[in-house]
């Protein structure tokens, strides 16, 4: 079966330099100075064209609208085709868009003609979006309701670029419930090895959906003139040779390009799996835990947690005051945010970490300060950072400790690195 995608790229002004926007101009670039729209350039051509070189058709289309006019709806075909180096080349002919907004359930109602296009081909739809949708207040369900209303089946894959908590909620609702997958890339410098982790599950699953798709049994035509005809006079004149219908050669041309496209989609798999192996250190035999000392890698998540937690306590919660004392550049400071309800400021620790693990470390430093403000200090940790991002707010960590939901004790035997003060949280 063929395998048809479309692929719709925000344009809107976030993506650019805002120029014109006296509150917002050059607020999303880029810790290089760049604007977001070549981080989607790079996302696409290093990591999704790759993925999907075995499609048979592919759109790349930009949508926005305008600053002024909601219903003033632009798109733009950039691409129609095989995903090969002439799609690449208009995407990184890709320039910074102008002012404008992100009509998301515009787009997809405005180009989705093609989902409901009566050939047998699979549909995909990618969309890669910075922000939340202007058009409408919950497009997920909208697009979700005329999905379901026009009978589209389509899976929908949503690359965020820095979504706030929000439309992170309203992105990864759509993918779920279509049957696609979400990744929310925040808005760092473009480093392969963060990409490549980030966008591991979702490349993984777009090659094993391909390859079910590949492998899906084929329905036989058993009402085929030619070959009953054929076959009739074969067995009249057993000793002269005819050579196979066409229709059997195409069936069998078919068959060895889909065995082909399934191996090659086989090796993709397996040299994902390799490259995340090769990212991982070995566990001591002796069951003892090293720390990993990844400065990088644990910069990233401290930063990916923050971010996170600061749209969660700005969209969620109702508080009066909210400073994010890292948002600019890393403060150093003994906590991570100072809040206010009321007449009182709390401070705010983050933690977070990659998989299930609810552990975490305060540095000399920060348990000085923890026992110097006890009363006015909490805790919030995130889990699965890159992927499900789930929040526990923990609160006064003081009370926690004294009610045993945190205990400064570990179920695994581990090598725990000087001046750290090693939490659970129970």
């Known amino acids: 079966m063929d395998i048809h995608a479309r692929i719709l790229i925000d344009y809107s002004g976030s993506m650019g330099y805002m120029k014109g926007s006296k509150e917002f101009e050059n607020k999303y670039l880029l810790p290089d100075g760049s604007p977001r729209i070549e981080l989607v350039k790079k996302i696409l051509i290093e990591d999704i064209i790759p993925s999907i070189q075995h499609y048979n058709f592919i759109n790349i289309v930009t949508f926005s609208n305008s600053p002024y006019c909601t219903n003033d709806f632009h798109f733009k075909y950039l691409y129609s085709g095989l995903p090969n180096s002439e799609s690449i080349k208009r995407i990184q002919e890709l320039k910074a868009p102008p002012m404008g907004g992100t009509p998301i359930f515009t787009a997809f109602k405005g180009l989705s003609d093609y989902i409901k296009n009566k050939t047998s081909a699979k549909k995909v739809m990618f969309i890669v979006t910075d922000g939340d949708s202007n058009d409408v207040e919950d497009f997920d369900e909208k697009i979700l309701e005329l999905m379901k209303t026009s009978d589209m089946k389509c899976p929908i894959y949503v690359i965020g670029i820095d979504q706030n908590y929000k439309a992170e909620t309203k992105s990864k609702n759509l993918c779920n419930k279509s049957g696609g997958k979400y990744v929310n890339l925040r808005a760092i410098d473009y480093d392969k090895r963060y990409i490549e982790s980030m966008l591991f599950e979702l490349k993984s699953n777009i090659i094993s959906s391909s390859l079910s798709v590949i492998s899906e049994p084929k329905i036989e035509n058993d009402t085929d003139s030619s070959s009953e005809d054929q076959n009739f006079f074969q067995e009249k004149n057993p000793d002269i040779s005819l050579p196979p219908p066409d229709d059997y050669i ?69 508080l009066q005051y909210c400073k994010w004392n890292n948002e600019v550049t890393e403060s150093y400071q003994p906590f991570d945010f100072e809040i206010g309800t009321g007449s009182s400021v709390k401070y705010l620790e983050c933690k977070g970490s990659i998989g299930n693990d609810k552990s975490f470390y305060l540095s000399k430093t920060e348990w000085d300060f923890f026992l110097d403000h006890k009363e006015n200090y909490e805790l919030i940790f995130v889990s699965e950072v890159f992927k499900e991002n789930h929040i526990i707010n923990v609160g006064n960590l003081f009370q926690a400790i004294i009610d045993k939901k945190i205990v400064p004790y570990s179920i695994k035997n581990r090598k725990i690195k000087s001046d750290l003060a090693y939490f659970r949280i129970g």
Not at 272 to 288: G, M, P, T
Not at 309 to 318: A, G, P
């Open 250 to 318: 195409k069936k069998l041309e078919k068959t060895i390009e889909d065995n082909t496209n399934a191996i090659s989609l086989i090796g993709k798999q397996l040299e994902l799996v390799v490259s995340q192996i090769s990212n991982l250190k070995r566990i001591d035999q002796n069951d003892e835990v090293e720390i990993l000392e990844n400065y990088e890698l644990n910069l990233k998540i401290g930063r990916h947690a923050e971010s996170y937690v600061n749209d969660y306590l700005k969209n969620i919660l109702d």
